[in-house]
């Protein structure tokens, strides 16, 4: 059994800066893949950031060039540094971990991004 824990969400205005934390605990193998993923409200849930076992592998293109995927490997920690935020930025967020073969989410930070 894994657990995802995420943190680091809150209040924000924007052109501001947020870093969101995910701390998986459990077995977790490694090459493990981790991303983060959003959902605004009445909205789809999003790929924001997915990152391998080193260093980032893709962003979604809306937040190219403001959104910075990294990991601790010996933490089994991924972090998601946010800055020049924007409203439209305003979403749950979610931590996504697959290892082993099985999927693993988080219960959900929340980004509030105020004009």
């Known amino acids: 059994q894994v657990q995802l824990v995420e943190s680091g969400g809150g209040l924000v205005q924007a052109g501001g800066s947020l870093r969101l934390s995910c701390a998986a605990s459990g077995t977790i193998l490694r090459n493990s893949f981790m991303a983060w993923y959003r959902q605004a409200p009445g909205k789809q849930r999003e790929l924001v950031a997915a990152?391998?076992?080193?260093?980032?592998?893709n962003y979604a293109d809306s937040v190219k060039g403001r959104f910075t995927i990294s990991r601790d490997n010996a933490k089994n920690t991924v972090y998601l540094q946010m800055n020049s935020l924007k409203p439209d930025d305003t979403a749950d967020y979610y931590c996504?971990?697959?290892?082993?073969?099985?999927?693993?989410w988080g219960k959900g930070t929340l980004v509030t991004v105020s004009s």
């Open positions: 996504f971990l697959r290892t082993g073969g099985t999927e693993y």
């Open positions: 990152s391998a076992a080193v260093g980032p592998i």
